[in-house]
């Protein structure tokens, strides 16, 4: 983590626009349950019955947590392995899942280390809560696996971002293959700084792959994808470079969708959450802030699916540990906002 704090440090730039002077929303944003400190909360995906499934970067787990009785559960633990990433649902109550191995203490990535896995959670008891665990395969060529998705039409497949390699890759669960979706110059590390970490967050929505690099322009991309679930042209620019401020160089790490289209976009390190307007490539500070401690370290997000909560975003946390501001780093958590309260 020093070694990276350090590295952050020389990647300070200064930016045009300031941070909001005071954290925005905050009163609006409830913590729904938290880790111990030096707990990377990673990625999330919701269920079915509105429970949230949330991936850790710091230890190989699949946590389960309530918003209704804020209880919070271990499902499984992903043997060979230290880190769980991307995770996202591919059919009903059956979810894909990245795992292996990338430390935070040394921000660095182990090459060969990564596999896909399957969890179905239709299957779940109480006694086995995790349902029927499935390793699918190994990504032996993967450099670090991170953002994943699923592809409307194709229950069989899922996309995995690889952030080192910049490359997506397709995932066959049901011949239990990988392949090279799209390799494109958008999706790679920006060579001239420290952090080596291309495509982030991706998700599919409206008839495109949508995905987020991190220290690259265009900071947000999509790629249109054809009704075999093959990309049908080339990358397009959504938001050429982030209007938000960034200390550190980068502009965000996972997103959301609303239901009228916007993408709500973590942008840890920066503490921020930002509110992207596709149609109209606009941007907005919607909460957080630099000292924020609502949000510190915000690192993905999803929108309930019950009838009670499908205005409410969750969103993931590691507590402000990639980049330590000087209100402290605390432990990650599942922040909710209720995006219909905000102004
Ligand atoms: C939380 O972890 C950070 C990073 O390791 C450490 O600097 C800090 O002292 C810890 N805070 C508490 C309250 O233990
Ligand atoms: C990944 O980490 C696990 C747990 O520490 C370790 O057993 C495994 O050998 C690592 N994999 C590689 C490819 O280094
Ligand atoms: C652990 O991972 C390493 C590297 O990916 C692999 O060579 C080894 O076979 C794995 N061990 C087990 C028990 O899966
Ligand atoms: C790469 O990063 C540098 C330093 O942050 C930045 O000035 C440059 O615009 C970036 N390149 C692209 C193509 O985004």
Redesign the pocket.
């Known amino acids: 983590m020093y070694f990276f704090y350090l590295l952050l440090q020389l990647l300070t730039t200064s930016t045009a626009l300031a941070y909001p002077s005071a954290p925005l929303n905050d009163r609006l944003i409830k913590t729904v349950y938290q880790f111990p400190n030096e707990t990377w909360v990673e990625n999330l995906a919701i269920r079915p019955n509105g429970k949230i499934l949330a991936t850790l970067i710091g230890s190989?787990d699949l946590w389960q947590i309530d918003p209704k009785s804020k209880d919070a559960q271990l499902i499984t633990s992903f043997p060979?392995?230290?880190s769980t990433l991307g995770i996202a649902e591919v059919r009903e109550d059956f979810f894909a899942v990245a795992v292996?191995?990338w430390s935070y203490v040394t921000f660095s990535t182990?090459p060969?280390?990564y596999s896909i896995w399957t969890i179905d959670l239709s299957a779940a008891t109480t006694s086995q809560p995790c349902g029927r665990v499935v390793k699918i395969t190994d990504v032996p060529q993967a450099g670090f696996l991170n953002g994943l998705c699923s592809v409307p039409g194709q229950p069989d497949t899922v996309l995995v971002g690889d952030s080192d390699k910049g490359v997506i890759y397709q995932i066959n669960l049901a011949r239990r293959s990988s392949s090279i979706w799209l390799d494109d110059p958008a999706f790679k590390p920006n060579t001239t700084v420290a952090a080596q970490l291309g495509i982030n967050g991706i998700h599919s929505h409206g008839g495109y792959l949508y995905f987020v690099n991190s220290f690259l322009r265009p900071t947000i991309g999509r790629v249109p994808i054809n009704k075999h679930g093959k990309p049908a042209g080339p990358v397009e620019r959504v938001i050429d470079q982030s209007p938000w401020p960034s200390n550190t160089g980068d502009h965000g790490d996972d997103f959301a969708f609303d239901k009228d289209g916007n993408m709500w976009v973590t942008a840890d390190p920066s503490n921020l959450l930002v509110k992207v307007n596709v149609a109209k490539r606009t941007s907005v500070i919607v909460a957080g802030g630099l000292n924020d401690r609502n949000i510190a370290g915000d690192t993905a997000a999803a929108f309930g699916r019950t009838n009670e909560d499908e205005n409410v975003l969750y969103i993931t946390t590691n507590g402000g540990i990639a980049y330590p501001r000087k209100t402290g780093v605390e432990g990650g958590k599942i922040a909710a906002l209720d995006i219909s309260r905000l102004r």
Do not use: D, F, Q, Y
């Open positions: 190989p060979n392995a230290t292996g191995n182990t060969g280390s």
